[in-house]
C-alpha cells in the first residue's frame, strides 16, 4: 500500500505519484493530456473559492496538484529544489521576509544571500515558510485564488514554448514557473487556513484517492469525466 504521511517531504510525494499513477501517465497521458488535467481542476478549485465552498476548493487543487506532481515527474524537475531556490525563505522580487513588494515595488529581482539552515525538510514546512513570506492576514482568498490563475497561465505558456522550442533556456522558464505555481498553491491553502500535508495524507492514506489501487487503475474516461 501508498500512502502519504503528514511529515511527507515534497519529494516523498513525488515519489508516492510516480509509484501509483506514473504507469497510468505513462500509458495514456500526453503532456498536453497532464496540463489539461492541472487546468481543469485548479479551475474547478477556483470556482470553489466563488461559490464560497471551501470544499470543492479543497478537494480540486487537491487533485490540481497531483497533476501538477505527475507533470514534475514526465519533465523530471525536482519540485523541492526548484521552490527553495526560487524562494529562498525570502520573497522572489524583494529579498524580505515578510515579502515587501506592496510598498516599495521592485523593478527587477534583487540579488539575495541564502542562509540554507532555514532551509524547510517537509512540506508542512514549505506552507509555513510561504504563510510568513505572503501573509494570509494581508491579502483576501479571492486575491490568493487570482494569483493561482495567473500563474497557472504562465505555467502553461511556459510549457507551450518550451514544447515549441525544445531549448534549455525555454526548460530553465518551466523550472522557474512551477516555483511560482507552487507557491501559489501553497498561498491558497495558507488562505483557507488548511494544512495541504495533512489534507494530502487523509486523500492519500490509501493509494489512488479514486479507485484506491496502486497502481491506479482508474480509466481514462472516469477521470475525464471526475467530478468533485
Ligand atoms: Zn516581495
Ligand atoms: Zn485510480
Redesign the pocket.
Known amino acids: 500500500m501508498a500512502r502519504v504521511r503528514k511529515n511527507t517531504t515534497i519529494k516523498q510525494y513525488q515519489d508516492f505519484v510516480e509509484e501509483v499513477y506514473g504507469l497510468s501517465n505513462d500509458r495514456h497521458y500526453s503532456a498536453w493530456d497532464m496540463l489539461t488535467n492541472v487546468d481543469r481542476f485548479t479551475m474547478r478549485g477556483l470556482k470553489g473559492i466563488r461559490k464560497q465552498d471551501p470544499e470543492k476548493t479543497r478537494k480540486n487543487l487537491i487533485i490540481a496538484i497531483s497533476w501538477f506532481i505527475s507533470m514534475m515527474n514526465q519533465l523530471h524537475i525536482d519540485l523541492e529544489d526548484e521552490t527553495w531556490k526560487r524562494f529562498p525563505y525570502l520573497c522572489s522580487y524583494c529579498g524580505s521576509c515578510p515579502c515587501k513588494c506592496k510598498e516599495k515595488k521592485p523593478s527587477k529581482r534583487k540579488k539575495v544571500r541564502v542562509n540554507k539552515s532555514k532551509r524547510p525538510k517537509t512540506l508542512e514546512e514549505y506552507q509555513i515558510m510561504f504563510s510568513k513570506l505572503y501573509p494570509a492576514g494581508e491579502r483576501t482568498l479571492d486575491h490568493a485564488g487570482i494569483h493561482l490563475a495567473e500563474e497557472c497561465g504562465e505555467f502553461s505558456e511556459a510549457i507551450l514554448v518550451y514544447r515549441g522550442n525544445h531549448q534549455d533556456k525555454d526548460f530553465e522558464q518551466i523550472e522557474l514557473e512551477v516555483a511560482d505555481m507552487f507557491s501559489c498553491f501553497l498561498g491558497v491553502f495558507n488562505s483557507l487556513g488548511i494544512s495541504l500535508a495533512k489534507e494530502l495524507s487523509i486523500e492519500f492514506s490509501n493509494n ?1 484517492h ?2 484506491k ?1 496502486s497502481p ?3 480509466s481514462f474516461i472516469n477521470v475525464a469525466k471526475f467530478k468533485s
Do not use: V
Open positions: 489512488c479514486a479507485c489501487k491506479c487503475q482508474c
